[in-house]
């Protein structure tokens, strides 16, 4: 009986196996074939799908992309900019550019608020448009601006001490994106006939923005 047993194991276990080797041989393994649909990155490149998942590769500097919940913000980074430390715990990326033949420093950073429920985007700018000294934007501060399909509300939050800084406000749903142009050591700053928009970090942003993806 034993044996009988034995026996009978050992044909099921030839009958699988020759199952197993058939299906190998008749239905071998296909490779993955992605689709031939590309990603287009802020900076005009683009970037092919990749890995068994299909799924694209990683835009390469200097592209960027900042997750923010469920959101993801990318641009590319301005020439002559590299990252720098954020100034405070509010910020959630940081970019610097020196120039060498003096000591004025460019500077871009990115902050993100979240509108409640209860407030709106107008009480939030109110409520954060604040210089480093914590001295509150004026009204005649406010303007606004579009870049590319996007409206944004301008603040010039400090004009003093040869720093300029314009922050653009930009509200996605419920979510409140602040894009800082700071301008240091500028020599002339209290001229009123600057052209602000000229500066190095004001001229560097306006270019990040038309290449702003929210995803």
């Not at 068994?52 to 020439?79: E, H, K, M, W, Y």
């Not at 720093?163 to 994106?177: E, K, N, P, R």
């Amino acid at each position: 009986m034993k044996n009988l047993f034995v026996g009978i194991s050992l044909i099921i276990l030839v009958g699988i196996a020759g199952f197993v080797y058939r299906n190998a041989t008749e239905h071998p393994l296909q490779p993955i074939v992605c689709p031939l649909d590309a990603l287009l990155c802020p900076d005009g490149s683009s970037v092919s799908r990749t890995g068994s998942s299909c799924t694209f590769q990683a835009c390469p500097l200097p592209n960027v992309t900042i997750p923010i919940g469920d959101a993801r913000v990318s641009f590319a980074i301005p020439a002559g900019f590299t990252s720098a430390t954020p100034s405070d715990a509010a910020v959630l990326a940081a970019y610097e550019m020196t120039d060498a033949s003096s000591t004025s420093v460019a500077s871009i950073s990115l902050r993100h608020y979240k509108i409640e429920a209860s407030s709106t985007p107008s009480t939030v700018i109110q409520e954060t448009a604040i210089s480093a000294s914590g001295v509150p934007a004026t009204v005649t501060a406010f303007s606004s601006s579009e870049s590319g399909d996007r409206r944004y509300t301008v603040v010039l939050i400090e004009r003093s001490g040869s720093i300029i800084d314009t922050a653009y406000y930009l509200v996605h749903g419920t979510d409140l994106f602040r894009f800082d142009a700071i301008d240091t050591n500028v020599q002339n700053w209290s001229d009123p006939s600057l052209n602000v928009a000229a500066l190095p970090a004001h001229t560097a942003l306006k270019k990040l923005l038309l290449t702003l993806q929210m995803l």
